[in-house]
């Protein structure tokens, strides 16, 4: 058998550095953080100004499990050498997304060219003629899934339901705008796969604790870093 090649472990991107997933976490909290600068007037009104950024933090609870499943979790955080290192985080789709509207396959094609900076993005391959907007129950798409286009690694969330056409093209609000533009040759990620996240862990340091029947527990936090 050849000798292991660890060059994946030292690539300068996160190519190949994959967090394990043999165990499904139980919980996902979410987090979503948006800068905004606020200052108060002498009338007390407020004055607001978003950064326009954007980031996810993802907090994971596992089940109690046993040294052989634990030991992965453990190398890996050591080969990441703690936040040093991106990775990739395929987050369960089933945790983290609705799937009663998009729950399928199907390929999902930007229709023109958009811009950075903008936030309607208009997407081929959905249901006709459904209804958007707030308090919709049938859209093409809901407002609150995450999405991403195959062209970066940025996630984004959808900020309202959106409606479709005849032709099954919808116009997705998303938040925050678009970091990369993208053409009429992008595509959405599948929304019946797990969601890969390119991540960083929230610490330099993993905890985790054993009890009599050794049986471990873990808990371990995470931030999006959708460009190295």
Same mark, same amino acid.
């Given at each position: 058998?050849?000798?292991?090649?660890?060059? /994946?472990?030292?690539?300068?991107?996160?190519?190949?550095?994959?967090?394990?997933?043999?165990?499904?976490?139980?919980?996902?909290?979410?987090?979503?953080?948006?800068?905004?600068?606020?200052?108060?007037?002498?009338?007390?009104? #407020?004055?607001?100004?978003?950064?326009?950024?954007?980031?996810?933090?993802?907090?994971?609870? /596992?089940?109690?499990?046993?040294?052989?499943?634990?030991?992965?979790?453990?190398?890996?955080? &050591?080969?990441?050498?703690?936040?040093? *290192?991106?990775?990739?985080?395929?987050?369960?789709?089933?945790?983290?997304?609705?799937?009663?509207?998009?729950?399928?396959?199907?390929?999902?094609?930007? #229709?023109?060219?958009?811009?950075?900076?903008?936030?309607?993005?208009?997407?081929?391959?959905?249901?006709?003629?459904?209804?958007?907007?707030?308090?919709?129950?049938?859209?093409?798409?809901?407002?609150?899934?995450?999405?991403?286009?195959?062209?970066?690694? *940025?996630?984004?969330?959808?900020?309202?339901?959106?409606?479709?056409?005849?032709?099954? &093209?919808?116009?997705?609000?998303?938040?925050? %705008?678009?970091?990369?533009?993208?053409?009429?040759?992008?595509?959405?990620?599948?929304?019946?796969?797990?969601?890969?996240?390119?991540?960083?862990?929230?610490?330099?340091?993993?905890?985790?604790?054993?009890?009599?029947?050794?049986? /471990? %527990?873990?808990?371990?936090?995470?931030?999006?870093?959708?460009?190295?």
């Amino acid at each position: 058998m050849p000798l292991t090649n660890y060059q /994946y472990l030292d690539n300068v991107d996160a190519t190949g550095r994959e967090f394990p997933v043999h165990i499904k976490p139980t919980k996902i909290q979410v987090s979503i953080e948006q800068p905004t600068l606020t200052s108060t007037t002498n009338a007390l009104t #407020t004055q607001r100004r978003s950064l326009g950024a954007h980031r996810i933090q993802l907090e994971y609870t /596992y089940p109690p499990m046993s040294a052989d499943d634990m030991q992965p979790f453990i190398a890996f955080f &050591n080969a990441m050498q703690g936040q040093a *290192k991106a990775f990739n985080l395929r987050v369960p789709k089933e945790l983290i997304n609705d799937s009663t509207h998009i729950a399928d396959g199907s390929t999902h094609t930007s #229709t023109g060219t958009t811009v950075i900076g903008q936030r309607e993005v208009t997407v081929s391959g959905f249901p006709v003629n459904k209804t958007g907007g707030q308090g919709a129950t049938d859209p093409a798409i809901k407002g609150g899934n995450f999405i991403q286009f195959n062209n970066h690694d *940025k996630i984004y969330v959808v900020a309202e339901n959106g409606g479709s056409d005849g032709s099954g &093209n919808c116009d997705i609000r998303i938040e925050p %705008g678009l970091l990369t533009a993208i053409s009429s040759s992008t595509v959405l990620n599948n929304f019946d796969e797990d969601i890969p996240l390119h991540a960083i862990f929230a610490a330099s340091s993993i905890e985790f604790d054993v009890n009599s029947a050794l049986l /471990y %527990g873990f808990k371990v936090k995470f931030i999006e870093q959708w460009t190295d």
